[in-house]
């Protein structure tokens, strides 16, 4: 069956850096797009980044751009996310999400909690 | 960039009603729409994408409708499964956005 796992969220001071990882399993990693996204404690859902299945384009939200670089190892079956500069509106529930062209947005992970204070 | 206005922000409802949650885009995204479901602590799950496309194990009383600006979420016979809270999102172009949530709360 389809799995996402997300991990290496914890808590780290503003202006460090943090890298989130998402493994998959139970379907062919490297045929998907991969999204992460982003949920700020009791607050709603924010799109943070996307890239696409073979690697070659990736874009990423306003708020996190030129600070956040999203990755995969299609070998490995996993999707990164580096976040540098870290700030404290950047604290929330990280997801990676599966999509693609024919049924988009069908599969989540659990979620990987980051929380960026003093 | 695209802005998704989800409205109601928050609905009362019992077993058994019939619910509609509405999403406008700030311009066309032909259908490229998709609803979520989250109750607390999880992970949001995909209900509806390509903006009426029931995904695979979703019960038929939940349906999408609409192109363009406007689009619809239609719950009919709400079950106590179904108090949640809803979010559209758009994938017609980057950043995709999703709407800012409709609580469902049991009236």
């Known amino acids: 069956q389809v799995q996402l796992v997300e991990s290496g969220g914890g808590a780290v001071q503003p202006g460090r850096s943090l890298r989130l990882s998402c493994a998959a399993s139970g379907f062919t990693f490297s045929h998907y797009a991969m999204h992460w996204v982003r949920q700020a404690p009791g607050k709603g859902l924010e799109w943070v980044a996307v890239?696409?299945?073979?690697?070659?384009?990736?874009h990423y939200s306003d708020s996190v751009k030129g600070r956040f670089t999203v990755s995969r190892d299609n070998s490995e079956n996993t999707l990164y996310l580096q976040m540098s500069s870290l700030r404290d509106e950047d604290t929330a529930v990280y997801y990676c999400?599966?999509?693609?062209?024919?049924?988009?947005?069908?599969?989540w992970g659990q979620g990987t909690l980051v929380t960026v204070s003093s | 960039d695209i802005q998704m206005t989800q409205s109601p922000s928050s609905l009362s409802a019992s077993v058994g009603d019939r619910v509609t949650i509405t999403c406008r885009a700030s311009q066309g995204i032909s259908n490229n729409l998709v609803w979520f479901q989250q109750k607390p602590g999880q992970a949001p799950k995909s209900l509806i994408y390509?903006?009426?496309s029931l995904q695979s194990g979703v019960p038929s009383r939940f349906s999408g409708s609409g192109s363009g600006t406007d689009f619809t979420l239609t719950i009919t016979s709400l079950q106590p499964e179904d108090f949640a809270t809803y979010y559209c999102l758009q994938y017609y172009d980057y950043p995709s956005s999703f709407g800012q949530g409709t609580r469902l709360e049991i009236k």
């Open positions: 390509a903006a009426s």
């Open positions: 890239i696409w299945s073979d690697g070659t384009n990736r």
């Open positions: 999400a599966r999509s693609s062209s024919a049924i988009p947005w069908n599969y």
